[in-house]
Nanobody, 122 residues
Framework: QVQLVESGGGSVQAGGSLRLSCEASAYPYGTISMGWFRQVPGKEREGVAAIYLGGNSVVYAASVKGRFTISQDNAKNTVYLQMNSLKPEDTAMYYC???????????????WGQGTQVTVSS
């Protein structure tokens, strides 16, 4: 069974940085995109960034563009999310996901990790 395991979350002050990692035991059959999503209690899950595994196309939510960078290491089946200039509003549970479509639409992803918490204090 394919597993996605996130790591790298934690607590940081505003303006700080964190790097999240998502390691896949194997990319699920048909996967062409890996995405990062985040969710705070009481709100819907939000797409943050996605990367097309067949090349290097990326897409970002407007709220993180210029601050976050998604990248991949295919040799390690790992996707990263470098988060710089963090703000308190970035506080959320962050999830990685694998799917057969490229983009930030939650329902287009069919494999999910368990999440890693990011907390940014002011």
């Amino acid at each position: 069974q394919v597993q996605l395991v996130e790591s790298g979350g934690g607590s940081v002050q505003a303006g700080g940085s964190l790097r999240l990692s998502c390691e896949a035991s194997a990319y699920p059959y048909g996967t062409i995109s890996m995405g990062w999503f985040r969710q705070v209690p009481g709100k819907e899950r939000e797409g943050v960034a996605a990367i097309y595994l067949g090349g290097n196309s990326v897409v970002y939510a407007a709220s993180v563009k210029g601050r976050f960078t998604i990248s991949q290491d295919n040799a390690k089946n790992t996707v990263y999310l470098q988060m710089n200039s963090l703000k308190p509003e970035d506080t959320a549970m962050y999830y990685c996901a694998a799917g057969p479509y490229f983009g930030l639409v939650e329902f287009e992803y069919d494999h999910w990790g368990q999440g890693t918490q990011v907390t940014v204090s002011s």
